[in-house]
């Protein structure tokens, strides 16, 4: 896979302030890249600073192998799509999306080939002729991310584009960002702190912490395989264990719960007491507590109804040694 971007020992500081230590990172063309982590970590920043809006402290940026550093954001083949959309409420949907090629004097002819593309990608046709105000939540950042495709940008980078929206809305939206991604093959440099969506949108998850990078991996080795305590405990549900110097993570679908007097043959073997078993919707949740250790979670199928255990019950937790994954 070829490489497009490539960041060495990229550096941001305010002042004395350390916002994103040196980072080596590798961004392949036409990858799906997520930038995760905590609100404060360092992600928007170094979205910004990619995009040309924040100047390197240190470090360097290439995109094709020409270095970055001190061009401007025209300058960089890129597009950026915000949360808050950034329309203009005096023009119609088709103006919004047309003023970027209208800027660079693109040819009229060529402006309305590429316009009926979009519209058709951004399921847009429909609406060229609204006005912002009259279109909801949804609609709007499909002009926003319309109006950065039509210019056929090399990478589009976004920030948190769907954080405004309503669950139902963005999970669909989750998808269509996705799909249009494959169609188009650009590379998207996508930053969020939902796990969730990181898992089913991206080729490659970055975890950041405090300016650092934790992990980078595919979701399937971010979710299996974490390498950190921190990537361990933000990435879904965990449970961690410490035996002497170790500490290792268990996920809550590898254990099994019986009776503290029914034998297993299974590995690992802890005794403990049930706290609480909560409904959460699709699924429950047992919390057990093992003997001075933090609570353990243990998740069921809501539908298939979860065993009659109670609080207060002593009860064993088993799993393969094979499910632990041991943590720096």
Not at 87 to 108: A, C, Q, S, W
Not at 288 to 306: C, F, H, M, Q
Request: charge should be neutral.
């Amino acid at each position: 896979m070829r490489t497009l971007i490539r960041l060495e020992r990229v550096t941001k500081r305010y002042d004395e302030d350390i916002v994103i230590h040196p980072i080596d990172l590798s961004i392949y063309e036409g990858e799906f890249l997520t930038l995760l982590g905590p609100s404060g970590c360092g992600k928007t920043t170094l979205l910004r600073t990619i995009a040309g809006f924040e100047q390197l402290t240190d470090g360097e940026i290439y995109l094709e192998d020409e270095p970055m550093k001190g061009q401007p954001p025209y300058r960089r083949n890129m597009n950026m799509v915000f949360q808050q959309y950034a329309l203009f409420p005096h023009m119609n949907v088709e103006d919004n999306i047309l003023f970027g090629l209208r800027m660079k004097k693109v040819p009229t002819q060529e402006q309305e080939k590429r316009l009926a593309e979009v519209l058709e990608y951004t399921q847009l046709k429909d609406y060229r002729k609204r006005f912002p105000q009259q279109l909801s939540g949804g609609q709007q950042q499909r002009v926003a991310i319309a109006r950065a495709i039509i210019n056929r940008p090399k990478v589009l980078l976004l920030d948190e584009p769907l954080g405004a929206l309503d669950y139902q809305l963005r999970k669909g939206l989750q998808l269509e960002l996705k799909n249009l991604q494959k169609q188009l093959g650009i590379t998207f440099i996508y930053v969020t702190h939902d796990q969730e969506e990181a898992l089913m949108m991206s080729d490659r998850i970055v975890i950041l912490n405090a300016g650092k990078i934790e992990q980078i991996g595919t979701p399937l080795e971010i979710y299996n395989r974490p390498r950190t305590l921190f990537a361990a405990k933000f990435i879904g549900e965990n449970n961690i264990f410490q035996q002497g110097n170790r500490i290792f993570s268990v996920r809550p679908e590898a254990i099994t719960i019986s009776s503290a007097s029914e034998s297993t043959n299974r590995n690992s073997q802890k005794q403990g007491e049930i706290l609480d078993v909560v409904f959460t919707g699709a699924t429950n949740k047992v919390y057990i507590a093992p003997s001075n250790e933090t609570a353990v979670i243990l998740v069921y199928d809501a539908i298939k109804g979860t065993p009659q255990w109670r609080k207060g019950q002593a009860v064993k937790l088993s799993w393969q040694e094979l499910d632990e994954v041991d943590l720096s």
